[in-house]
């Protein structure tokens, strides 16, 4: 069975997407830490992040660094943040966090954007791709 960031990548699911290739898409978390908290995944559907084949970690890599570069550019903090946890969704992804406090990386804390301030969030970190 698909898992729900394969059914994003197929379109089945709408998602606030920033940027897409062959192998990988980003897109804003709909349960952000922080404004802008971006995922960023491959589209091979693979579990953890260290089974990944060497090429597809790497390419993750560096496409997630291009997104962190967009996002710091658009959302006012200190710096993005990066985690991979990856214990709800079956499937390698990469929180990207714009961090101004500790707390914003905690996963305690959340907010709460609606969907016009989840596009112009967007559409913001698009524009600086």
Known sequence: MSSIFTKIIKGEIPSYKIAENDDFYAFLDINPNAKGHTLVI???EIDKIFDL???TYQGLMQFSRK???????????K???MTVIGLEVPHT?????P??????ATFGSKVVLTP????E?????????
């Open 116 to 119: 016009n301030e989840f596009q």
């Open 93 to 97: 992804h990469v929180h990207l966090i």
């Open 67 to 77: 997104i962190a570069i967009a996002i710091e550019k658009s959302i006012a903090c």
């Open 42 to 44: 491959p589209k091979k």
């Open 53 to 55: 084949d060497s090429d």
């Open 79 to 81: 710096r993005v943040g």
């Open 121 to 129: 969030v967007a559409e913001k970190i698009i524009a600086n791709l």
């Open 99 to 104: 961090l101004n406090e500790m707390k914003d």
